[in-house]
């Protein structure tokens, strides 16, 4: 089962996380764009070797979990990272508003379904999590969740809580690598994004009048997530508290870590036996004789 690699970000597994301790981006000085963009590269090249290594082993499969306030810059992450990985090997789903079909189900039902198989990285933009964070800061949609009895709200959350770690144990227990990634974007930089969207004809798409909407509840949904990442980030399924006021910089340490822990997982390429070598030398003999 997974043990967490050692990292600066890594959100302890004793409950102490606080928000306001997990910084949102780096000394300036560190700061050099292209810098990062080169190191990006090199990660996201091992995370393509690596990847094709895991699929020959076929014992794990990956799961990236990504969830931040909007803005944070959790799409072009995604794309960022694992561009370069074949993509036949990648599944990406967004959660959004649930369904009639799924609210007909528990609230695992509809991440679980799109799992990753052995061998292949699957990414959640957004996930499970959002019943103990959107759901949380707004109660109310628990009316809606058919839920066979009243919530109790003083005990819906520990249960929830509860159950996702249950869950992921689970995973972990059975080969998924399950790697959770809160990218902490300031509440100034969200301003200045929004502010690009408005302004610039080509990122109207990205903005909602629902996003501003949301960024009124910043301090209810600040203490949402310490709660959750508290609860739930244990070494077989690790959050990660990334800085994410410099685009380059988050993308490069998501993949520094994904990458690490790749390679922590000790796998290979299957190898043969003498048998099988001797049957490979027969068969190389008959093919060379053949041309």
């Not at 227990?173 to 200045?192: A, I, P």
């Not at 502010?195 to 910043?218: M, T, Y």
Request: aromatic share 12%; hydrophobic share 35%; with cysteine.
């Amino acid at each position: 089962m997974l043990k967490a690699i050692d990292h600066p970000y890594l959100v302890p597994f004793d409950g102490s996380f606080k928000v306001k301790d997990a910084i949102t981006s780096i000394n300036e000085k560190q700061l050099d764009d292209k810098e990062y963009k080169k190191k990006l590269k090199k990660q996201t090249e091992k995370i393509h070797d690596l990847q094709r290594i895991m699929y020959a082993h076929d014992s794990h499969s990956v799961l990236l979990v990504f969830q931040a306030m909007d803005a944070a810059g959790k799409d072009s992450t995604i794309r960022h990272v694992l561009t370069g990985v074949n993509p036949a090997a990648c599944q990406v789903f967004s959660f959004k508003k649930p369904s009639d079909n799924e609210l007909d189900h528990d609230y695992l039902w509809r991440t679980t379904t799109r799992l990753p198989e052995r061998g292949r990285i699957g990414v959640f933009n957004r996930s499970y999590y959002e019943e103990v964070l959107v759901v949380r800061v707004h109660p109310e949609i628990l009316n809606f969740q058919k839920l066979p009895d009243k919530p109790n709200e003083k005990e819906i959350w520990s249960q929830r809580y509860e159950s996702i770690r249950d869950f992921e144990q689970h995973l972990a227990r059975n080969g998924t690598v399950v790697l959770k990634f809160w990218l902490n974007v300031s509440k100034e930089e969200q301003y200045n994004r929004f502010l690009s969207r408005i302004d610039e004809p080509e990122k109207n798409w990205k903005f909602s009048e629902a996003d501003i909407k949301e960024r009124g509840h910043w301090d209810e949904y600040m203490k949402v997530y310490e709660k959750a990442l508290s609860e739930t980030s244990r070494s077989y399924a690790p959050w990660y508290s990334i800085p994410a006021d410099n685009k380059p910089y988050m993308r490069y340490t998501v993949a520094k870590i994904i990458a690490e822990t790749l390679e922590s997982l000790n796998m290979h390429y299957p190898r043969v036996d003498e048998d099988a070598k001797k049957r490979f030398a027969h068969l190389r003999e008959m093919l060379v004789n053949d041309k």
